[in-house]
């Protein structure tokens, strides 16, 4: 007993040894006789921002498939001097080609090349639509989309399909990665009530899938009045069945009173 | 390919912008019809019950199926009957003629020219600046006419000239510039305007803008020309690293003008910042990627300034965050207790690296934010540079340097009220705002204001580089 009594009180010494060293000396106390400034809140510090100022020289983004280089050129005169959108081209080693066809951006998905490209003329509300076209890796076998001013086309981690959005449209759309078979998830809002009740009728939607997040997608709600001035700004969050939706956070913004001052 | 036509009487109904976006006006035509029978240029063509693609499908047409057109293209959709079925189809899968038209176009690459689009006989080549009038369209070509030739040619190889609606005034900014009769520097000289000129200005043509000066109209182009804003509006030019409401309709602009396609998230970042490169390319201004005054003008019309009045009565409080050396703290229960009356502190401009002394001093009103004055004359002569020369009410991002810290603030530049310091160079006391500070007269947010403290915040990296060069 009086052995084990000897250890325990040696162990008992050695950890208080231990925790002595690890104290932190006491803070010095100020040696001046001036008063010290308050101090200011603790700081806390976030991750980096995601948000910088971009380089000087932006290059449109080429991207690498199936042994080529696609890219848009930007260097022809019709795009510098009279703002038409780029052609898209592919280069490899040895050959540079012209796929036929001007656009503004691209993916490559699967076997396909979407191209989304400006209509030479503005709509019947002033505005600027654009098109998507499908077309085979080569350029060829060329088809409009039946989806105008389509979203940024987002991946499902399954690699199997993607999503996206269109002009006026309350719906994210999943296809596959032919855009042959399509289907629509209606965008029920929750607080559809409110907002009908709270905003004009003359509103137009513009539906944004801003991440695809914990297998749920995190949609942002715009409705602005016909001359763009923002009413509404709502962040939503949808199963990518689209069987459930929920609001994460919305605000609303007093249009009226600015459109009766501008009147 | 080009069948027998029944011309009927088919007027577009043409929708201008109302009064704040610019529009689109075509040029002068002739009575423009469609053919009533089209053609489908898709396999599988969808044709719906309604203009919408979530609309049922009735039937599914076969490339090169014969449909009759009933109305034309209305938001990008054909009302059309295949078959005994009435519905709609994308206007993109129906080629129709279109004739009538009278716009001008030049060539941009070299065209082969046919008689038939996309088909028939050879008439020959178009060169690169070949100027050409579009006189119709079939599918994807356009069918022109070139001094003693018309025929067809792809409509990739053609740039049609927008005409946007405009009517704002404007001020000549060069001198010895000439009014011209057409929009072409071949067009005879209708009068020469000197810098400060008043005109206003109708329409936007590619480089040229069609101009009224002295009751005379004519073509001047556009880079001679500086837009002005409505009243006594400023605009606070809008830059990376802004967050907030004011941004959301910027992007919302853009993309409706086809400049801006992903989500319109309120941050001015990477995306925007191109997009809003595009537009000024589009509209030849200097394509900086800073949605400035001229920008704004031509993106939101001469009432620009609303985007920046106020949207929000009260935001949510933050606990303090940091960038680098930047830290973002709110005015309420922050900044307001942080900040002592009459202690010199130093600002520095975001954007340009100036910096000078300011100081805060007392009163009722100063509550809402920091109601601030130079120091010095020479603090002063430093803020007036760097708001270009002379003060206004523009806000600015900027850093306050107190007590050894940065942190991220706005500044307006309007001299108003009073202030206790007498021989500053300053009459008067300007605004200093913090994160959620808010303005007097209406208790709210000035939304530029905190736009241009995220900017603040995010620009960490400059306020490095200037420290690293001395320049601070």
């Excluded at chain 1, 088809?143 to 449209?169: I, K, N, P, V, W």
């Excluded at chain 1, 309350?170 to 596959?176: E, I, L, M, N």
Aim: hydrophobic share 40%; aromatic share 10%.
């Amino acid at each position: 007993m009086r052995r084990y009594a000897t250890w325990i009180l040696f162990i008992g010494l050695a950890l208080a040894v231990a925790l002595a060293g690890c104290a932190k000396p006491a803070d010095s106390p100020s040696v001046t006789g001036t008063p010290q400034p308050a101090e200011t809140p603790t700081p806390i510090p976030t991750t980096a921002p995601d948000v910088t100022a971009a380089p000087a020289d932006e290059e449109e983004g080429a991207v690498l498939a199936d042994g080529w280089t696609y890219y848009l050129d930007e260097d022809e005169t019709a795009v510098t001097d009279y703002g038409e959108d780029p052609r898209l081209c592919r280069k490899n080693e040895s050959s540079v080609e012209d796929l036929g066809i001007r656009g503004f951006a691209f993916d490559v998905i699967g076997d396909y090349i979407y191209v989304d490209s400006r209509y030479p003329d503005l709509d019947d509300k002033g505005n600027q639509a654009w098109y998507t076209t499908r077309m085979s890796l080569d350029g060829s076998d060329k088809r409009r989309l039946e989806y105008a001013s389509m979203s940024e086309r987002l991946m499902a981690e399954d690699g199997q399909h993607f999503y996206f959005t269109t002009a006026g449209e309350s719906a994210v759309f999943v296809a596959d990665l032919a855009c042959e078979k399509v289907t629509p998830l209606i965008v029920n809002l929750p607080d559809a009530d409110e907002l009908n009740k709270k905003l004009d009728a003359d509103r137009e939607l513009q539906l944004d899938i801003e991440s695809i997040e914990g297998g749920r997608f995190k949609l942002s709600v715009t409705f602005v009045t016909p001359d763009g001035i923002q009413m509404y700004k709502g962040t939503y969050a949808m199963s990518l069945d689209g069987s459930a939706i929920e609001k994460k956070s919305g605000t609303y913004y007093d249009y009226k009173s600015l459109e009766s001052a501008l009147n | 390919m080009m069948k027998r036509r029944k011309i009927i009487s088919f007027i577009f109904a043409i929708a201008l912008a109302v009064s704040i976006f610019a529009g689109y006006v075509p040029a002068a035509r002739a009575e423009v019809t469609i053919d009533q029978t089209g053609t489908v240029n898709t396999p599988d063509t969808n044709l719906r019950a309604q203009p919408s693609v979530l609309s049922d499908v009735l039937v599914r047409m076969d490339r090169g199926a014969a449909v009759t057109v009933l109305e034309g293209s209305v938001g990008g959709w054909c009302k059309v009957m295949y078959q005994g079925y009435t519905g709609y189809v994308r206007s993109d899968f129906i080629d129709v003629m279109v004739t009538g038209l009278n716009d001008p176009g030049v060539i941009v690459s070299e065209a082969a020219m046919t008689s038939e689009p996309g088909d028939g006989a050879a008439i020959g080549t178009l060169a690169v600046e070949t100027q050409v009038t579009i006189t119709g369209s079939y599918g994807s070509y356009y069918q022109v006419n070139t001094q003693d030739k018309t025929g067809f040619v792809p409509m990739d190889c053609v740039h049609k000239k927008k005409i946007i609606t405009l009517n704002m005034s404007a001020t000549i900014n060069a001198s010895n510039v000439n009014l011209r009769s057409i929009p072409s520097t071949s067009g005879e000289i209708v009068a020469c305007m000197k810098r400060g000129d008043k005109v206003m200005v109708h329409s936007l043509q590619d480089h040229w803008v069609k101009v009224d000066y002295q009751g005379r109209s004519g073509y001047v182009r556009g880079d001679f020309v500086t837009y002005s804003v409505s009243g006594d509006n400023y605009l606070t030019a809008m830059n990376v690293g802004m967050r907030g409401p004011a941004v959301s309709p910027l992007q919302v602009a853009l993309r409706k003008k086809g400049f801006f396609h992903v989500a319109a998230n309120g941050v001015y970042g990477k995306a925007t910042r191109a997009a809003v490169k595009k537009f000024q390319q589009s509209v030849y201004l200097d394509a900086d990627g800073i949605a400035g005054e001229q920008t704004l003008l031509l993106l939101f019309g001469k009432d620009a300034a609303r985007i920046w009045n106020n949207f929000r009565t009260e935001m949510e409080p933050q606990k303090p965050q940091q960038n680098g050396r930047v830290w973002l703290i709110d005015w309420f229960d922050g900044m307001n207790k942080i900040m002592k009356r009459m202690t010199p502190f130093l600002v520095i401009d975001v954007r340009t690296g100036i910096s000078w002394k300011m100081q805060r001093f007392g009163g009722y009103t100063a509550l809402w934010h920091a109601d601030v004055e130079t120091v010095t004359k020479r603090d002063t002569e430093k803020m007036t540079e760097a708001w270009g020369g002379e003060l206004n009410p523009t806000r600015r991002p900027v850093w306050v340097k107190y007590d050894g810290k940065y942190y991220a603030a706005s500044l307006m530049g309007y001299v108003h009220n009073t202030g206790p310091t007498p021989n500053n160079g300053m009459d008067g006391q300007v605004c200093l705002h913090f994160r959620g500070s808010k303005i007097h007269s209406s208790g709210r947010l000035d939304e530029a204001h905190q736009a241009c403290i995220m900017e603040a915040f995010y620009s960490a990296d400059k306020l490095e580089a200037y420290i690293s060069s001395g320049k601070v």
